[in-house]
């Protein structure tokens, strides 16, 4: 099979082994992986030659975007019945963080969800005062990071938005 990670096409080929997957990219460079699951049997980690590296995958579009350790990666398995491909810039993604540690007590914003500029996407509250936070700009949620009734730190990643063109 054919794999697309940030624009760059791999010939992949796997072959299972126990719990364990062995990987050969290219038909030269071989990997042995296993996964972690955590206690609602979600993916939580990727272990690559015994290196565990902690994960978050998203499927949007057609398409997944895993976060490995805060970096964003765009993966799919291209279908040989249709080449059409579209590519997100993820240098324009917009990252909303939390401007206080508080409780999330309204979560209005929903994945896929189209949202104009200051548009209510959830309101935190912290020290008996409501705060909400608004879409800066036109686009559409592709990631949502928090719950309601979630606490939250301060800065912490809540929600990212990706640009309407």
């Known amino acids: 099979m054919i794999i697309t990670i940030n624009n760059h096409s ?3 080929d796997l072959k299972s082994q126990g719990n364990k997957l062995l990987v050969t990219v290219n038909q030269t460079d071989n990997y042995e992986v296993a ?4 206690q609602l049997n ?8 015994n290196k565990k590296y902690w994960v978050n995958i998203k499927k949007f579009l057609g398409r997944y975007i895993v976060n490995i350790t805060d970096t964003l990666i765009e993966a799919y398995v291209r279908d040989s019945y249709n080449n059409s491909e579209t590519t997100t810039d993820y240098k324009k993604l917009i990252k909303i963080g939390a401007p206080m540690s508080g409780l999330v007590i309204k979560l209005s914003a929903k994945i896929n969800q189209d949202v104009k500029k200051s548009e209510h996407l959830m309101t935190i509250e912290a020290m008996k005062m409501q705060n909400e936070i608004l879409s ?6 592709i990631e ?5 009734g979630e606490t939250v730190e301060k800065d912490q990643k809540l929600i990212t938005i990706q640009p309407v063109e």
């Open 42 to 49: 979600e993916l939580q980690a990727i272990i690559i030659n």
């Open 10 to 12: 791999y010939n992949i």
């Open 144 to 148: 949502l990071n928090v719950k309601e």
């Open 35 to 38: 996964v972690e699951f955590n």
């Open 136 to 141: 800066p700009i036109d686009g559409r949620v």
